[in-house]
């Protein structure tokens, strides 16, 4: 049923406009750039809009148009969403503010008859709408220059907050994390998380799915959803208002009621969710369930070329309850033939100061064969000569055997920085915390023992 | 009234202590003069409260117990509740615990589970569930509390029958999902040791 807001074959934009500044004119933009389908631009005060002819209403367009998106001052949406039903257009996101969050709650109302009359489908309003990065719809009214898009991706998010979602998507896409959906919800007049969920459940491009909640009106029906979801793929969750204050904020903030933070985070528990305390974990804890397969337990093998790092990493994995890996004997005396002899070879693996991409790749090899290991930890230092950039090719050969889940970190300055971006965008998860590294395999490894994949 | 909730938690299995309703103080002091002392003793009364709070619950080890507790129970009839009567209730010994099932706006009937007592109030030491809840969903509930060695046999502790407890859990999660009327059940104290868990006193609202 929602699938014509992500997939439709034409879209209408009411409201483009010629003023670079206007909502309109940068949401119709987008769809030039990047959406393959047929766009039309709808303004009466224009005859074209960025090379496109402009109609006066919706219903002036000669062919049939799958989605409108509304952009213009609240008091003439409802005129315009009338023209969409009489055009037969079912499915609108309206992304004009001014109505149930500063209480204009007949303005919604009006908004709510004239959709069901007409049986349309809407999003939003007070909303930022929906970005594909498959399809390239795009209602994101901020300019790429000023908020970049994610790549492709697995990942989908949905955001009661358009603020938060469009922060989340521009620092995804810097750090190059791979995104499928995303969709703003806003005052959600009609389509809700609930009904996002349900069609995120079926989506074949989103294998995890990201959530900003801060209230709902639907508290048993999205339990039941998140029940049945978690199932199939891991939903993580940002609860906003948990705190008294952060409550009040939400109530003022998009007009929904906050339940008590006890009985969210039960819910939220049971349901078998994520909760994410912050959006860096969320991303955290997506992208390696997205990039990676589910562990079949929790014995880490760790390879490193600084000896230090081995250590914090070491300390990292049992403070979350994580094990080292005892490596099987082969494979040491496989990796014991490749480095110097001072080298000591146990877990972490201590590659030393002086290993290259080849030795890194031995390494990985072992421990993907080796079965006392789940899960492969690689830290990389590329202050030292020996690492060549070679290996990201090597890592994402690797990883792409999608045998176990390999995670990498590196920390360090604009050098590492690049390679670091590289990696994560061949698919390796990148860390520059082995704190929250750890936090991330044990959330993955949790995961992977609710659906009966581990022990 | 007071009879009626215990009869209502016994039919979904829930054991409670023993309870023996009495009309007047004077009917109290026979059935002691029959039982022996230490025994409780608590109101009854037309409308919910907290017995504790106004000291109309009391344990009596001799004839001088049940005199305070007389005193007591006029200061509870002059506030302007009506006592209809007394019951008489076997001392249990144990851990005290709580269970309440509450209706919560945005999710429906939800399960609350403690330790009873100090332990509620100063650590909000409480776990949490969306009725219906499993036997599975119960015992995580049990052990999610901070208290849970308590209950688990740490420093040389017996540890309490658990089958009772998950039981008692799963018991209230059917009584608030399966009675629409009921808003609010509180079994307050339920006293766990060893060889059984039995709850002590219970409200509906």
């Not at chain 1, 703003?184 to 959530?211: F, H, P, R, W």
């Not at chain 2, 059935?31 to 409780?40: A, L, N, R």
């Not at chain 2, 506030?79 to 999710?107: A, C, Y």
Request: proline share 4%; glycine share 8%.
């Amino acid at each position: 049923m929602l699938d014509k807001f992500f997939r439709p074959k034409s879209v209408a934009v009411i409201g483009a406009s010629t003023h670079p500044n206007k909502v309109g004119h940068v949401i119709l933009w987008n769809f030039i750039r990047g959406f393959k389908g047929s766009v039309y631009p709808v303004n009466p005060s224009h005859d074209t809009v960025l090379g496109l002819k402009c109609y006066k209403t919706v219903k002036d367009i000669p062919e049939d148009v799958d989605l409108a998106v509304i952009a213009i001052p609240a008091e003439f949406v409802p005129s315009a969403l009338k023209d969409c039903g009489k055009k037969g257009v079912k499915h609108v996101i309206i992304v004009s503010g001014g109505f149930s969050e500063i209480g204009r709650n007949d303005l919604e109302d009006e908004i709510e008859k004239i959709r069901k009359k007409y049986n349309i489908r809407v999003i939003g309003p007070n909303c930022i709408g929906v970005f594909d990065a498959y399809s390239q719809v795009d209602t994101l009214f901020m300019p790429r220059y000023r908020l970049e898009r994610p790549r492709k991706g697995r990942i989908s998010f949905v955001s009661q907050s358009g603020a938060v979602g469009s922060a989340i998507l521009d620092w995804a896409a810097a750090k190059g994390f791979g995104f499928s959906k995303f969709i703003s919800y806003g005052n959600a007049c009609d389509v809700d998380e609930v009904d996002l969920l349900d069609y995120l459940e079926k989506d074949k491009t989103t294998g995890v799915i990201g959530m900003y909640i801060e209230g709902t009106r639907r508290g048993r029906e999205l339990y039941n959803s998140l029940k049945r979801i978690t199932k199939k793929k891991p939903v993580i969750v940002i609860k906003g208002g948990k705190t008294k204050a952060g409550s009040k904020a939400a109530s003022s903030h998009t007009g929904a009621l906050a339940g008590s933070a006890r009985v969210w985070e039960a819910m939220l528990k049971q349901s078998g969710a994520i909760i994410a305390d912050d959006i860096r974990r969320m991303f955290n804890y997506s992208r390696l369930l997205a990039e990676q397969p589910l562990p079949k337990g929790k014995r880490i093998g760790i390879v490193t070329n600084g000896g230090g790092f081995g250590v914090i990493a070491s300390d990292a994995l049992e403070k979350y309850g994580l094990e080292l890996a005892n490596l099987d004997k082969k494979t040491i005396d496989v990796i014991k033939k490749h480095v110097p002899e001072y080298a000591v070879v146990k877990n972490p693996v201590d590659l030393v100061g002086d290993a290259d991409a080849h030795r890194y790749e031995i390494a990985l090899d072992a421990l993907l064969e080796d079965n006392n290991v789940d899960v492969i930890l690689v830290l990389i230092l590329f202050q030292t000569a020996g690492v060549q950039s070679e290996i990201i090719d090597i890592i994402a050969s690797k990883s792409d055997q999608k045998k176990k889940p390999i995670i990498a970190f590196s920390a360090g300055g604009d050098f590492t920085q690049v390679h670091m971006r590289m990696l994560e965008k061949v698919g390796v998860p990148v860390f520059d915390s082995l704190e929250e590294a750890a936090d991330a395999i044990k959330k993955m490894y949790l995961y992977s023992v609710s659906v009966g994949n581990a022990e | 009234m007071y009879i009626r909730e215990m009869k209502l938690i016994e039919k979904y299995g829930i054991k409670t202590a023993k309870t023996t309703p009495v009309k007047t103080i004077g009917q109290a002091k026979q059935f002691i003069e029959k039982t022996g002392f230490p025994i409780v003793i608590k109101v009854d009364t037309d409308k919910p409260i907290h017995k504790t709070d106004v000291g109309g619950v009391k344990i009596l080890e001799n004839w001088r117990d049940l005199a305070q507790f007389e005193k007591n129970v006029k200061k509870i009839e002059s506030s302007g509740v009506n006592v209809t009567g007394f019951v008489m209730q076997e001392v249990v010994s144990g851990v005290e615990l709580f269970i309440g099932g509450k209706r919560d706006p945005q999710f429906g009937p939800v399960i609350l589970f403690g330790l009873g007592g100090i332990f509620v109030e100063i650590l909000d030491d409480v776990s949490v569930r969306l009725a219906p809840i499993t036997k599975s969903d119960a015992k995580e509930m049990v052990k999610e509390i901070k208290g849970y060695p308590a209950l688990s046999g740490a420093r040389g502790l017996k540890p309490i029958k658990m089958t009772e407890l998950i039981n008692a859990l799963v018991a209230v999660s059917d009584i608030i999902t399966k009675n629409r009327n009921i808003k609010e059940i509180d079994i307050n104290p339920l006293i766990a040791n060893e060889k059984h868990v039995k709850a002590v006193d219970v409200r509906i609202i």
